[in-house]
C-alpha cells in the first residue's frame, strides 16, 4: 500500500509541476528519497517522471531526467564527502538545484522560487524526521 501511494503522490506532483506551478516539486521530492533511501530506484524514478513533467511541460522529452538524473548524481558524490541526512544539506542543495532547474528551463523570478522550493523541501525534511526512522523505512520502501 505505502508504494502505491508514494507512485500517486509522486504523480500529482508531476502534474503540479508539469501544468499548473512553477516549482520544481518533483527535484525536492527525489531529493528528500535520495537522502532518506539512499537506492538506486529513485534514479529510476527521476527517469520516469522527468519524461512526464516534460510531455506536460510541452518541452523535447528528456530534458527534465537529464537534469534530475545529474541532480541525483551530485548528491551522490556529496553522499561521501558530506553527511546529506542533515537540514542545511537539504536547504542549500535544493536551493542550488531548483535554481539551476529553473534558470536552464527558462522560468522569471528564478531566486525567489528557488528560496520558496528550498524552504518548503525543508519543511518536508523536518516533517520526515519527526516520524520515526522504522516508519518513514516502512513508508518509502519502494
Not at 503540479?16 to 520544481?24: E, Y
Not at 512526464?52 to 548528491?75: E, K, P
Not at 542550488?96 to 532547474?101: D, E, F, I, T, V
Not at 529553473?102 to 522550493?117: R, Y
Amino acid at each position: 500500500m505505502s508504494r502505491f501511494l508514494i507512485w500517486v503522490l509522486l504523480f500529482i506532483a508531476t502534474l503540479l509541476q508539469g501544468a499548473i506551478i512553477s516549482l520544481p516539486i518533483m527535484l525536492s521530492i527525489l531529493l528528500l528519497l535520495y537522502v532518506k533511501k539512499r537506492d538506486v530506484s529513485v534514479f529510476l524514478m527521476a527517469i520516469i517522471f522527468g519524461i512526464v513533467i516534460d510531455i506536460f511541460s510541452v518541452r523535447n522529452i528528456g530534458q527534465s531526467s537529464i537534469y534530475l538524473i545529474s541532480f541525483l548524481f551530485i548528491a551522490a558524490i556529496y553522499e561521501k564527502k558530506f553527511e546529506i541526512d542533515t537540514l542545511p544539506f537539504v536547504l542549500i542543495f535544493s536551493f542550488l538545484g531548483s535554481l539551476g532547474y529553473l534558470w536552464i528551463f527558462g522560468f522569471s523570478n528564478i531566486v525567489i522560487i528557488a528560496i520558496i522550493n528550498s524552504l518548503i523541501t525543508g519543511l518536508f525534511f523536518l516533517l520526515l524526521n519527526r516520524v520515526s526512522t522504522k516508519n518513514v523505512n516502512r513508508l518509502i520502501n519502494i
